[in-house]
């Protein structure tokens, strides 16, 4: 019940095209769903995160859709760039701790 | 503002040992969160800090210890080290709770 299940495991798209990652979740009480970037030897960076009371939420290239009675969430990275290409982390929180998904390898090809 | 710091940032141990770790947190900042994060089990929460009370802990052996000072900084001590602790370990720092920024780590590999 505190898992947060996250697909692909990786993800191969061409320069300019849209990035999706999903994310699904059986708690309800979590109440704070962000994303973070990470590259290769560094932390991971927040991105963009949502709250289960708003249904989208966008910043830049990137946008967070919420589906609250499917327990689902995802990340959409649109007009993807070869700089994109990273590990993506979908998390859930309650209390203070965060419960990371799997992560997504996205390689964005030129 | 200057981000998450934490040192060292590499180590290498033998079994056994024990291990330090320090974390700075943003300037500002109270909270103060460590995870483990491995190629099989991904990133895992170890503990949280809040005003030098542990708030929050994850579901380690007691070989894992931490704390926090008044000046917010924190370490985390791992006891008796096995071959399984070969992580990088990430220390997240917020101003209350939520949103957390994480520092680059420091990868510990034991021998």
């Known amino acids: 019940q505190q898992q947060v299940k996250q697909s692909p495991q990786s993800l191969i798209v061409q320069k300019g095209g849209i990035s999706i990652i999903n994310c699904a979740y059986e708690n309800t009480a979590f109440d704070y769903f962000p994303w973070y970037q990470q590259f290769p030897g560094k932390g991971p960076a927040l991105l963009i995160a949502i709250r289960p009371d708003v249904s989208e939420k966008k910043e830049g290239r990137f946008t967070i859709s919420f589906n609250k009675s499917a327990k689902q969430f995802s990340l959409h990275i649109m007009d993807s760039q070869p700089g994109d290409s990273a590990t993506y982390f979908c998390?859930?929180?309650?209390?203070?701790?965060?419960?990371f998904g799997t992560g997504t390898r996205l390689q964005v090809f030129p | 503002k200057a981000g998450v710091t934490q040192t060292p940032r590499y180590l290498i141990k033998t079994r056994g040992q024990q291990v330090t770790l320090s974390c700075s947190p943003i300037?500002?900042?109270?909270?103060v969160s460590w995870y483990q994060q491995t190629p099989g089990q991904g990133l895992q929460f170890l503990f949280e800090y809040f005003s030098e009370t542990q708030r929050n802990k994850g579901n380690f052996p007691g070989r894992f210890s931490g704390r926090q000072f008044s000046n917010s900084r924190s370490e985390m001590n791992v006891s008796t080290l096995e071959l399984g602790d070969s992580a990088l370990y990430l220390c997240?720092?917020?101003?209350?709770?939520?949103?957390?920024?994480f520092g680059p780590g420091t990868r510990l590999l034991v021998l």
């Open positions: 998390a859930a929180s309650w209390t203070d701790k965060l419960i």
């Open positions: 300037s500002g900042h109270r909270s």
């Open positions: 997240a720092s917020s101003l209350r709770r939520l949103p957390q920024y």
